[in-house]
């Protein structure tokens, strides 16, 4: 299930994802973005409280709202569900930045269509020679959420995956990773008018209410001013 991260209808439609699913009793899991792999809820207590939850997946709240977050991880505490963090850990990003053989995961024009995804992301701020790194990191983190999807399989239920629509695009994202003999559904929540970029990219497209209009390039180009160093 891809999102647009700062859109909260698509949040709300996740909650009530899982629990629709938990209901059915056909939800082995719900596997986050959120969250670095190996954190999870598994041994917590279906009361367990907000703060228990985020220690256990190590919620950093300064990336990811827990206001926002929360209420679809608790939906699936409450109901017994596992909940587990799949992104890269941060620790492991540096090594994936230098990884070149990450470059052979895709086809040359997958490869260059998901570099191109880096740019506009970025809105055209990054150094060209920063994008194949920023480019291995997203590989890498599409192949470490399709690895935590793959370990909880369960016959006969499904594992959520929540994470950006970015991620999960069919050609390029998290199901290319995924074994042959899992049957994978890609479903995509679009704030506004659908994308042409996720058009074949999803079994399903949502469309929600569009967000009001935010300059995303100004914020970014204002952060990453803040992080250079500071001039002598």
Do not use: F
Not at 62 to 67: C, R
């Amino acid at each position: 299930l891809g999102e647009q991260h700062d859109a909260p209808q698509h949040q709300r439609i996740e909650r009530d994802v899982v629990q629709t699913l938990a209901d059915r009793g056909t939800l082995a899991a719900v596997a986050i973005e959120m969250a670095e792999q190996r954190n999870s809820t598994v041994g917590l207590a279906r009361d367990a409280t907000d703060d228990q939850v985020q220690s256990a997946l190590h919620w950093r709240s300064a990336g990811w709202s827990w206001a926002a977050y929360g209420p679809v991880v608790m939906a699936a505490v409450r109901a017994g569900v596992p909940v587990l963090g799949a992104n890269l850990p941060r620790s492991k990003m540096s090594a994936a930045m230098a990884d070149a053989s990450l470059d052979r995961q895709l086809s040359g024009p997958a490869l260059k269509a998901q570099q191109q995804a880096i740019r506009i992301g970025h809105c055209g701020l990054l150094p060209e020679n920063q994008i194949s790194p920023m480019t291995r990191i997203q590989l890498a983190r599409d192949m470490s959420m399709a690895q935590t999807v793959a370990n909880a399989h369960q016959a006969s239920k499904t594992v959520l995956l929540i994470a950006g629509a970015g991620h999960v695009r069919r050609g390029l994202g998290v199901p290319l990773y995924l074994p042959r003999d899992l049957k994978a559904k890609v479903l995509i929540a679009q704030a506004g008018e659908g994308q042409s970029a996720i058009n074949g990219e999803a079994d399903v497209v949502w469309e929600t209410a569009a967000l009001p209009p935010k300059d995303h390039c100004a914020e970014l180009q204002h952060s990453m001013r803040r992080a250079l160093p500071q001039a002598q």
